[in-house]
């Protein structure tokens, strides 16, 4: 049975209530929780709608996650539909609601009620920024091949579902367990795991033959967070910002399993990539310069970390064909260095590794140079394939072809270079994909379809900008290549603006953004502990950017003002205070780590210098 499309929410002061709403009226499976202590229990008897109930429609429950007064329902309150896989609907939240199980904050003190806003802004920041996406019969966590390997799974699409795109899993922990503790108390029909990432699927047509194409990319729940406060790998292996990234098309067939322009049975098609962080422990420290400090640990568990990620990508993925694409050159060269000894170290057959220099290969619009990635590794892509399957009109699924391998591609941030690279790795399968099946003949490429063409483009520079935000709080640059194909002066202004947004975001927002992420996905409120939200340091170390406001408006103030702008007195006292301004810039600079907005819920691997210390050494925390 699928997971519930639409629930009546029953609000009182006692109990939620969440009915289905089923076409056909003798089927109740209603779930009701006591608001005072959070019990649920399911196919308890609905009670007549009282005066003091409120009753909405919600589309799915996102899950329930505890703060200060005890804990929270969230749930999707509207939605957009963005397509069809199939015969599979898939959707995007557009709206959701927080309720409070708790009746009233009388319980908290004062200092607690504050404290508590601080905590449902976290949320509701996380819950506004994120692009989620959902099915309720389709399990858009896994790939087509993942999911055509469980088609005999008869478990609920929750159970099978791939954990680390299972983005509110943590919060979806409530019905979990209590749907594990008794069979006839399986909440299954209610726990529906959402994506958070990239979705869109598109309809297409080239020589007259209609296919689907859709592009999606799952960001994985481990290491999850900002660019300059997520960065390496952990002990188990995981690494920051990994997306994987699925391209599917879909078309008609004929009997000869050649697309065709007469709906019947479907071919289905897809391929998939990687991106991930350098798989070793390294961070680039905030110092409000624009391009922070590298360091690189020396931890000696570096190694096993190392491996521990490509075994994990090998079981998922097959053999890795591994592109590097950072500078050899400047302040990125020891990450590459870093990199290819480890690779030397794990010597594996089935980790094929390339540096590849994009900005030196590519330098001066030189961007037809990418297609250098795809000579070298042309041999292992062509083995690589892509998964291929036929659906008979009955249903009935045929597989034909599976993908062996995958592409893993890195820059630093996995973002702006990566997602070029991406966009050639998957055009050029793309038109293998299309000339297997019929849509193009055998010497065509879909470049020379303009309307196609275009629409491909656009999908991956949007794919570019919602992985890019999720990530570094701007769209990707270098998207004017990906749509147009160009590098432009236009798209390089963007690139700029772009840039310094990031550099303020970074700097000044992110480590609030960080702590919405780590509240969401793993840090759990305790009401008796310290309060964490907190600005530690020290009073002179917050006022010092005052004092810079106060100077200037004082040298303001000494130019307007007096009669005589230009008087001994008006002098000396501009200059007092531009010696005062001056030293207190310096001195904030020197010490710019503690300007840094910093994440305060979960610490991060490594200490920081202390204030006054310039160049100090910033230490690997131990356990």
Request: glycine share 6%; with cysteine.
């Amino acid at each position: 049975m699928a997971i519930h499309s639409a629930i009546r929410l029953y609000t009182s002061a006692d109990t939620f209530t969440l009915e289905p709403v089923h076409s056909d009226a003798s089927t109740t499976e209603n779930v009701v929780i006591q608001r005072s202590t959070g019990d649920i229990r399911l196919h308890s008897p609905a009670s007549k709608v009282s005066s003091d109930e409120e009753v909405m429609t919600i589309y799915g429950v996102i899950g329930f996650i505890r703060l200060l007064a005890g804990e929270y329902m969230a749930v999707i309150t509207d939605r957009t539909k963005i397509g069809r896989i199939g015969e599979d609907d898939i959707f995007k939240m557009k709206d959701y609601k927080v309720l409070p199980l708790s009746r009233n904050n009388l319980a908290l003190t004062e200092a607690q009620v504050s404290e508590e806003a601080s905590y449902l802004s976290l949320l509701h920041s996380h819950l506004q920024s994120g692009l989620f996406h959902f099915s309720y019969t389709y399990d858009l966590t896994h790939t087509l091949q993942r999911q055509a390997d469980l088609k005999n799974n008869t478990q609920s699409i929750w159970e099978r579902a791939d954990e680390r795109f299972f983005w509110n899993n943590r919060l979806q922990s409530k019905f979990i367990e209590h749907s594990d503790k008794s069979k006839d108390q399986d909440l299954s029909n209610f726990i529906l795991p959402i994506v958070n990432g990239f979705a869109e699927i598109q309809t297409a047509e080239i020589n007259k033959k209609p296919f689907t194409f859709a592009l999606f990319s799952r960001r994985s729940r481990h290491r999850a967070g900002t660019r300059y406060f997520s960065r390496g790998v952990d002990i188990n292996g995981n690494v920051s910002n990994f997306n994987e990234t699925e391209q599917i098309v879909i078309a008609d067939a004929g009997d000869d399993g050649v697309a065709s322009a007469l709906p019947g049975a479907k071919i289905v098609l897809s391929h998939v990539q990687t991106r991930g962080s350098i798989p070793i422990y390294w961070t680039q420290i905030n110092n409000i310069k624009y391009t922070p400090k590298l360091q690189i640990f020396d931890n000696p568990e570096t190694g096993n970390s190392f491996r521990k990620h490509f075994e994990t990508q090998k079981n998922f993925y097959g053999p890795q064909l591994v592109i590097n694409l950072i500078n050899k050159k400047g302040y990125e060269g020891p990450m590459g260095v870093a990199f290819a000894k480890q690779i030397e170290i794990l010597n594996d057959p089935e980790v094929k590794y390339l540096h590849f220099d994009f900005h030196h290969e590519c330098s001066k619009m030189k961007w037809h140079r990418v297609s250098l990635i795809l000579d070298h590794f042309h041999e292992e892509l062509v083995s690589q394939g892509y998964f291929k399957a036929q659906i008979s009109k009955e249903g009935v699924e045929q597989v034909s072809q599976k993908q062996t391998s995958v592409v893993r591609t890195n820059c630093m941030d996995c973002l702006d270079r990566t997602n070029v690279v991406q966009s050639v790795v998957s055009r050029w399968v793309l038109n293998r994909q299309l000339r297997e099946i019929g849509v193009l003949g055998s010497d065509e490429k879909f470049e020379n379809f303009e309307q196609f063409e275009s629409l491909f483009r656009n999908v991956w520079a949007d794919n570019a900008d919602v992985v890019s935000c999720a990530y570094s709080g701007t769209g990707a640059l270098k998207t004017d290549f990906t749509r147009t194909g160009n590098r432009t002066k236009a798209g390089a202004l963007q690139d700029l603006q772009n840039s310094i947004v990031r550099y303020v975001k970074n700097n000044f927002l992110d480590g609030t953004r960080q702590d919405a992420y780590d509240l969401f996905l793993k840090y759990d409120v305790n009401p008796s502990g310290s309060y964490p939200l907190v600005d530690t340091r020290p009073l002179q170390i917050k006022a010092l950017p005052l004092v810079i406001v106060v100077g200037f408006v004082m040298i303001l103030a000494s130019i307007f003002v007096p009669e005589d702008s230009m008087s001994t007195a008006v002098i000396l006292f501009s200059s007092f205070w531009l010696a005062i301004i001056t030293y207190v810039f310096k001195f904030i600079v020197a010490n710019g780590v503690h300007y840094v907005n910093w994440p305060k819920l979960v610490p991060l691997g490594y200490t920081l210098p202390p204030v006054g210390v310039q160049g100090g050494k910033i230490g690997l925390k131990t356990e």
